[in-house]
C-alpha cells in the first residue's frame, strides 16, 4: 500500500503552518503506511550554504560529528539537531569535503539529503510518531512531501523508507511496487550510481538521478522512467522550487489533488486532504496515467 | 436505529464509523431513513446494506461506499472515492459530485447515478447494474463489461469498453479511443426507447435528448481463442 501526501504553498502566509498540515496529512495516512514514514521539507535556503541531513547511528553525538567536520573544512559550521538526525550548513562550495569529512568521522551515518532548501527526515515507526520525534509541526517552509510505508518489496529499515533523494534538492516517494527493480539496479550499477538498499523505489531515485547526471531535465526523466519502470507507481517528486505528480499507465495506485489560491495538494486519498484550510471549496482531480505534472514557483 | 420511516441523524463526528454501519445492518428486513453527517472521506461507508433504507450522506466519503449494496437508496451529496457501489445487486446509489476510480465495477444489478464525472475504469466487469455519469469518465471504463447500461454525458478516456461482452455503452460525447473489440453499433429506435426509459429511472429523462447519444458495444471477436490472436498473448 503506502501514502503520500504533498503539499505546494502559493500563499505565503501559510508557510509557518506548513509543517503542522504536513504532519496532519501524514498521520491521517497512517492506515495505508504504517512500518515507516519520512519527509521532505524545503525551507529557507542561506546563500551560499548547502544543507547535508545527516542521519545518525544509535548513540552518536551529533556534536562531535559538527566539530570534526568543522575541523576538517578549517571553519565554523553551523548544526540544527532534529530527533536521530542532525542538519549541517556547509559553504556550498566544500559539499564534496564535508561528505568525504562525515563518511570518515561517523561511518555508519547516512546522508538523507543534500540541498539549498530541502531536508528529509525518516524513520521506522508510526507517521504521528515520527512526525513529533522531528518537531515536523513546528517546522515551516514553502513546500513538502511526505510518505507513510506498508513495505512489500524490502525489509522495514530505516533505509527502506522514503523519501529518496536523487539529487540536490530533489527527492522522490513512491506507492507501488516494480517489478524489474534488480535488472535496472544492475544496469546502473554499470553506470555509477551507488545503491544503499534492496529497496525499488531507491532504484526508481536512482534512475531519475542517472538521468539527470546524463543531461536530461526533470520532466524527461520522469518520462523516461514510463519507458523503462515496469511495475505499479505513483510518484511524486520535490524539487527546489516545486513537486511534480507521475502514475503509471494503469494508474492502480490512487491519487488525488486539490488546488485553491493558496495551495495544491496531494494525497493517497481524500481523507488525507480534509486537514487543510478551505478544502470543502477547493477543486479536485485525478491526475491522468502516464502523464507528467508539475507545479513550480519559478514557472 | 428506528424500524419505522422517521428520519434518524447520525453524526460521525461524534459516532464511530464501525457503530453507524452495525446499526445499518442490523435494519436488515425493516425500512428507515438515515442521514450522516460529517462523513469527511470516511471509508465503507454504508457498504453491504441489505434493507429497504434511505440513507442520505451530507458530505465527501471514501473507498467503497455503499459497496454490495441490496434495496437501499444511498444519496451522497458530496464526491466518493475508489470503489463507489461496487458488486452493487439492486437499490440506487446517487453521488451529486464526483467519483474516483472502479465506480459500480462488478456490478449485478440496481442503478448507480454519478451527477458529476468518474475517473479511470468506470464499470470495469459490470454484471448487470446500469450506471448513469452526467459528467465524464476515466480511462479503461467498462472494462470487460458483461452486462446492464453505462451511460454517459460526456466523454470517455482511452480504451471504452476494453474486451467486453455484452454490456450496452451509451456516449454522448466522445470516446478518446475505443478498446480491444469494442465497436459503435447503430442506434436504433428501441435503443433510443431503452435508453430513456433507463434516464426516467435516472430522473434525468428529459436533462437530454436520447437521440443524441452514440451506442458502443462488443464487436464479439474475443469470445473464443483464435489462432491468429496467439501472438498477443
Given at each position: 500500500?503506502?501514502?503520500?501526501?504533498g503539499?505546494?504553498?502559493?500563499?505565503?502566509?501559510?508557510?509557518?503552518?506548513?509543517?503542522?498540515?504536513?504532519?496532519?496529512?501524514?498521520?491521517?495516512?497512517?492506515?495505508?503506511?504504517?512500518?515507516?514514514?519520512?519527509?521532505?521539507?524545503?525551507?529557507?535556503?542561506?546563500?551560499?550554504?548547502?544543507?547535508?541531513?545527516?542521519?545518525?547511528?544509535?548513540?552518536?553525538?551529533?556534536t562531535?560529528?559538527?566539530?570534526?567536520?568543522?575541523?576538517?573544512?578549517?571553519?565554523?559550521?553551523?548544526?540544527?539537531?532534529?530527533?536521530?538526525?542532525?542538519?549541517?550548513?556547509v559553504?556550498?562550495?566544500?559539499?564534496?569535503?564535508?561528505?568525504?569529512?562525515?563518511?570518515?568521522?561517523?561511518?555508519?551515518?547516512?546522508v538523507?539529503?543534500?540541498?539549498?532548501?530541502?531536508?528529509?527526515?525518516?524513520?521506522?515507526?508510526?507517521?504521528?510518531?515520527?512526525?513529533?520525534?522531528?518537531?515536523?509541526?513546528q517546522?515551516?517552509?514553502?513546500?513538502?512531501?511526505?510518505?507513510?510505508?506498508?513495505?512489500?518489496?524490502?525489509?522495514?529499515?530505516?533505509d527502506?523508507?522514503?523519501?529518496?533523494?536523487?539529487?540536490?534538492?530533489?527527492?522522490?516517494?513512491?506507492?507501488?511496487?516494480?517489478?524489474?527493480?534488480?535488472?535496472?539496479?544492475?544496469?546502473?550499477?554499470?553506470?555509477?550510481?551507488?545503491?544503499?538498499?534492496?529497496n525499488?523505489?531507491?532504484?526508481?531515485?536512482?534512475?531519475?538521478?542517472?538521468?539527470?547526471?546524463?543531461?536530461?531535465?526533470?520532466?524527461?526523466?520522469?518520462?523516461?522512467?514510463?519507458?523503462?519502470?515496469?511495475?505499479?507507481?505513483?510518484?511524486?517528486?520535490?524539487?527546489?522550487?516545486?513537486?511534480?505528480?507521475?502514475?503509471?499507465?494503469?494508474?492502480?495506485?490512487?491519487?488525488?489533488?486539490?488546488?485553491?489560491?493558496?495551495?495544491?495538494?496531494?494525497?493517497?486519498?481524500?481523507?488525507?486532504?480534509?486537514?487543510?484550510?478551505?478544502?470543502?471549496?477547493?477543486?479536485?482531480?485525478?491526475?491522468?496515467?502516464?502523464?507528467?505534472?508539475?507545479?513550480?514557483?519559478?514557472? | 436505529?428506528?424500524?419505522?420511516?422517521?428520519?434518524?441523524?447520525?453524526?460521525?463526528?461524534?459516532?464511530?464509523?464501525?457503530?453507524?454501519?452495525?446499526?445499518?445492518?442490523?435494519?436488515?428486513?425493516?425500512?428507515?431513513?438515515?442521514?450522516?453527517?460529517?462523513?469527511?472521506?470516511?471509508?465503507?461507508?454504508?457498504?453491504?446494506?441489505?434493507?429497504?433504507?434511505?440513507?442520505?450522506?451530507?458530505?465527501d466519503?471514501?473507498?467503497?461506499?455503499a459497496?454490495?449494496?441490496?434495496?437501499?437508496?444511498?444519496?451522497?451529496?458530496?464526491?466518493?472515492?475508489?470503489?463507489?457501489?461496487?458488486?452493487?445487486?439492486?437499490?440506487?446509489?446517487?453521488?451529486?459530485?464526483?467519483?474516483?476510480?472502479?465506480?459500480?465495477?462488478?456490478?449485478?444489478?440496481?442503478?448507480?447515478?454519478?451527477?458529476?464525472?468518474?475517473?479511470?475504469?468506470?464499470?470495469?466487469?459490470?454484471?448487470?447494474?446500469?450506471?448513469?455519469?452526467?459528467?465524464?469518465?476515466?480511462?479503461?471504463?467498462?472494462?470487460?463489461?458483461?452486462?446492464?447500461?453505462?451511460?454517459?454525458?460526456?466523454?470517455?478516456?482511452?480504451?471504452?469498453?476494453?474486451?467486453i461482452?455484452?454490456?450496452?455503452?451509451?456516449?454522448?460525447?466522445?470516446?478518446?479511443?475505443?478498446?480491444?473489440?469494442?465497436?459503435?453499433?447503430?442506434?436504433?429506435?428501441?435503443?433510443?426507447?431503452?435508453?430513456?426509459?433507463?434516464?426516467?429511472?435516472?430522473?434525468?429523462?428529459?436533462?437530454?435528448?436520447?437521440?443524441?447519444?452514440?451506442?458502443?458495444?462488443?464487436?464479439?471477436?474475443?469470445?473464443?481463442?483464435?489462432?491468429?490472436?496467439?501472438?498477443?498473448?
Amino acid at each position: 500500500m503506502c501514502g503520500i501526501v504533498g503539499l505546494f504553498l502559493k500563499d505565503k502566509s501559510l508557510e509557518p503552518e506548513l509543517g503542522r498540515y504536513l504532519a496532519a496529512m501524514l498521520e491521517v495516512m497512517t492506515d495505508r503506511g504504517p512500518d515507516s514514514a519520512g519527509f521532505a521539507v524545503y525551507g529557507d535556503g542561506r546563500i551560499g550554504l548547502t544543507k547535508i541531513t545527516v542521519r545518525l547511528p544509535k548513540g552518536a553525538d551529533a556534536t562531535v560529528l559538527t566539530d570534526k567536520v568543522g575541523d576538517a573544512l578549517a571553519t565554523g559550521i553551523s548544526a540544527a539537531v532534529r530527533g536521530s538526525h542532525v542538519v549541517l550548513q556547509v559553504p556550498e562550495d566544500r559539499v564534496e569535503e564535508a561528505l568525504a569529512a562525515i563518511a570518515t568521522v561517523e561511518p555508519g551515518a547516512a546522508v538523507t539529503s543534500v540541498g539549498n532548501a530541502m531536508e528529509v527526515y525518516k524513520e521506522v515507526g508510526l507517521p504521528a510518531d515520527v512526525a513529533v520525534a522531528f518537531g515536523l509541526p513546528q517546522m515551516r517552509g514553502t513546500h513538502g512531501i511526505g510518505h507513510t510505508r506498508m513495505a512489500t518489496e524490502s525489509a522495514v529499515t530505516t533505509d527502506g523508507a522514503h523519501p529518496y533523494s536523487t539529487g540536490p534538492d530533489q527527492c522522490l516517494v513512491h506507492n507501488g511496487s516494480l517489478s524489474n527493480h534488480n535488472l535496472v539496479r544492475r544496469r546502473l550499477i554499470r553506470e555509477g550510481i551507488d545503491f544503499r538498499t534492496e529497496n525499488d523505489t531507491e532504484v526508481a531515485a536512482g534512475f531519475l538521478s542517472w538521468r539527470l547526471r546524463e543531461g536530461d531535465q526533470l520532466g524527461d526523466a520522469l518520462e523516461a522512467s514510463l519507458k523503462e519502470l515496469d511495475g505499479f507507481f505513483t510518484f511524486v517528486v520535490g524539487t527546489e522550487t516545486g513537486f511534480g505528480v507521475l502514475r503509471d499507465p494503469i494508474a492502480c495506485k490512487p491519487a488525488v489533488m486539490a488546488e485553491t489560491d493558496r495551495y495544491v495538494a496531494f494525497g493517497s486519498e481524500y481523507k488525507a486532504l480534509t486537514v487543510l484550510p478551505g478544502i470543502e471549496t477547493a477543486r479536485i482531480f485525478e491526475p491522468e496515467p502516464a502523464t507528467v505534472y508539475f507545479w513550480d514557483r519559478a514557472a | 436505529m428506528t424500524d419505522t420511516l422517521s428520519m434518524e441523524t447520525v453524526d460521525l463526528a461524534a459516532v464511530s464509523l464501525r457503530d453507524l454501519n452495525a446499526g445499518l445492518h442490523a435494519m436488515k428486513g425493516r425500512s428507515g431513513h438515515v442521514r450522516v453527517l460529517n462523513p469527511r472521506g470516511a471509508h465503507s461507508l454504508a457498504a453491504g446494506l441489505d434493507a429497504d433504507l434511505t440513507v442520505e450522506v451530507d458530505g465527501d466519503v471514501g473507498y467503497y461506499c455503499a459497496g454490495m449494496n441490496k434495496r437501499a437508496r444511498v444519496l451522497v451529496r458530496g464526491s466518493a472515492g475508489p470503489g463507489l457501489a461496487e458488486n452493487m445487486m439492486s437499490g440506487l446509489v446517487h453521488v451529486t459530485g464526483d467519483a474516483s476510480q472502479a465506480a459500480g465495477a462488478t456490478g449485478c444489478g440496481g442503478l448507480l447515478v454519478v451527477d458529476g464525472n468518474t475517473s479511470a475504469r468506470c464499470g470495469i466487469s459490470m454484471k448487470g447494474i446500469d450506471i448513469v455519469v452526467k459528467g465524464s469518465i476515466g480511462p479503461m471504463s467498462a472494462f470487460m463489461a458483461q452486462a446492464g447500461s453505462l451511460v454517459v454525458f460526456g466523454d470517455t478516456g482511452d480504451a471504452l469498453g476494453d474486451s467486453i461482452y455484452e454490456a450496452k455503452l451509451f456516449v454522448r460525447g466522445t470516446p478518446k479511443s475505443l478498446g480491444a473489440d469494442c465497436v459503435e453499433k447503430p442506434m436504433e429506435d428501441h435503443h433510443r426507447a431503452a435508453l430513456f426509459a433507463l434516464l426516467e429511472k435516472a430522473g434525468a429523462a428529459h436533462a437530454v435528448d436520447v437521440g443524441s447519444f452514440r451506442r458502443y458495444g462488443s464487436a464479439r471477436t474475443l469470445y473464443h481463442f483464435h489462432v491468429d490472436n496467439a501472438s498477443a498473448y
